[in-house]
């Protein structure tokens, strides 16, 4: 069910979905495995997700990437 409504968010409005769905993993992602040594989990994780979408931002402009 979550992932059906995921890729229908995704379809529907892919401006919001990138980003929406990343906090939507960081914030499962720090209920359920917080570490408990690093209160930061969700702003490194909130890095992890900045730096991918970027590299993902980069592929996806290139000519040609996605064939």
């Not at 069910?1 to 980003?19: E, G, H, I, Q």
């Not at 993993?25 to 969700?42: K, L, Q, Y």
């Amino acid at each position: 069910m979550l992932l059906s409504a995921l890729r229908d968010w995704a379809r529907d409005s892919p401006t919001t979905a990138v980003p929406g769905i990343a906090r939507s993993i960081i914030r499962f992602v720090v209920s359920v495995i917080p570490d408990p040594d690093h209160e930061d989990t969700a702003d490194t994780l909130e890095v992890l997700r900045d730096a991918r979408l970027s590299v993902a931002h980069a592929v996806h402009s290139v000519p040609d990437a996605h064939r």
